[in-house]
């Protein structure tokens, strides 16, 4: 199985902008990547009157959409948890996440001056990295905005 690392930080601190540079990086060094982005005041894919919601809406537990190059699946079920999705991701190398503070996971917390002056993961002890413009002195390897090389590089040496 895949190890999952969690981005997290709050609200508008550059999550899904580190995930989106941290992705080519990694897969230049050629790893298989996955994400999942936490979504929790929920999410629907489905259109209204399109083939895959009426199947969902008649029924189905699972739908899947296919076309040349891309699958997309809807699941009626309660994931709790990461290590419930990480069956979906068997065939990769690392699965990264947006979000997940409170999983058990190791974490890596984005924190922007500009946003907020304090980690809200500091007595986490699955923090394993933080990505910051604050001059703080956190008690794992601290990395500034643009060190995508430099933080793949632990991603690298500690999990893959």
């Not at 929920?42 to 895959?52: A, E």
């Not at 919601?53 to 009626?76: F, Y």
Request: proline content about 4%.
């Amino acid at each position: 199985m895949p190890h999952i690392i969690s981005i997290v930080g709050r609200s508008q601190s550059g999550k899904t902008t580190l995930i989106e540079k941290l992705i080519p990086e990694l897969k230049k060094r050629g790893y298989r990547i996955g994400t999942i982005k936490h979504a929790h005041h929920g999410f629907d894919i489905d259109k209204s009157g399109k083939d895959s919601w009426r199947h969902r809406h008649a029924g189905a537990d699972t739908i899947v959409v296919a076309s040349p190059g891309k699958i997309a699946m809807v699941k009626n079920d309660d994931c709790e948890s990461l290590d419930y999705l990480q069956d979906y991701f068997e065939d990769l190398d690392l699965i990264i996440t947006e979000g997940y503070k409170r999983e058990n996971k190791p974490k890596i917390e984005v924190l922007r001056a500009a946003r907020h002056a304090e980690l809200i993961c500091k007595a986490d002890q699955n923090l394993i990295a933080v990505v910051t413009d604050v001059d703080i002195n956190p008690n794992v390897p601290k990395f500034g905005l643009e060190d995508i090389k430099e933080l793949a590089d632990l991603i690298e040496e500690t999990f893959l």
